[in-house]
């Protein structure tokens, strides 16, 4: 069975930009979650989406926003980049039961000049 | 602000030894822990979950959990150079399964 996966790679924008990070998760999972990690903060929880609603949210700015598709498959945006978004943005892919597992993808490496 | 907390390390252990990793956590009534391996550059991986007080076993791995004491453990045996990494403690939130607190993480060394 296919992992976790998320496009692109690698980015690189800047200032006042914004972006959008897609996530394809493991065939059967319906839950999508997305993670910021930084070598200050470590990984920090954004937010979950199931049945293309957000579930659940971390605390983040509104420049942070979401989706989910009826495929499952995910997007998160992040509008008006800032120098303190660089981060590795790490989606996770789970089935949503009471005692739940995530997988996580590769991880998008984005920085922000 | 719900916290995990993990013994700092770096921790370097010799190969064949056994590496003791652990955690706390305030969520009193969180169900649902991991322990996640993380390797330099790349994503976390899941290596054992546990839901139950007492231990489990999975090869040389042993996860152990205290919800009384609201401790978390990993044992690695026989530890190997290929364990080298970064291991992370994860719970899930008492509210929503999937959201997940992690700790900083412990760095381990397994010395040839």
């Known amino acids: 069975k296919a992992g976790v996966t998320q496009t692109p790679r690698y980015l690189i924008k800047t200032r006042g930009q914004q972006v959008t990070l897609s996530c394809s998760p493991i065939?059967?999972?319906?839950?999508v979650s997305w993670y910021q990690q930084t070598p200050g903060q470590g990984l920090q929880f954004l937010f979950e989406?199931?049945?293309?609603?957000?579930?659940n949210k971390g605390n983040f700015p509104g420049r942070f926003s979401g989706r989910q598709f009826s495929n499952s498959r995910s997007e998160m945006n992040v509008s008006t980049l800032e120098l303190g978004d660089s981060a590795l943005y790490l989606c996770?892919?789970?089935?949503?039961?009471?005692?739940?597992?995530?997988?996580f993808g590769p991880g998008t490496r984005l920085t922000v000049l | 602000q719900k916290e995990v907390e993990q013994n700092s390390g770096p921790l370097s252990v010799p190969e064949g030894a056994i590496a003791s990793l652990n955690c706390t956590y305030s969520?009193?009534?969180?169900?649902?822990f991991f322990w996640y391996r993380q390797y330099s550059g790349k994503s976390p991986e899941l290596i054992m979950f546990?839901?139950?007080?007492g231990d489990k076993e999975d090869g040389r791995f042993t996860a152990q959990l205290n919800k009384a004491s609201q401790y978390v453990s990993l044992l690695i045996r026989d530890s190997q150079p290929s364990d080298s990494a970064t291991y992370l403690c994860?719970?899930?939130?008492?509210?929503?399964?999937?959201?997940?607190?992690f700790g900083s993480g412990t760095q381990l060394t397994v010395l040839p």
């Open positions: 996770a892919s789970s089935m949503r039961t009471i005692t739940d597992t995530q997988y």
């Open positions: 065939s059967g999972h319906r839950s």
């Open positions: 989406y199931f049945s293309e609603t957000q579930r």
């Open positions: 969520d009193r009534g969180s169900q649902s």
């Open positions: 546990i839901y139950s007080n």
């Open positions: 994860a719970v899930a939130d008492s509210g929503s399964a999937r959201q997940l607190t």
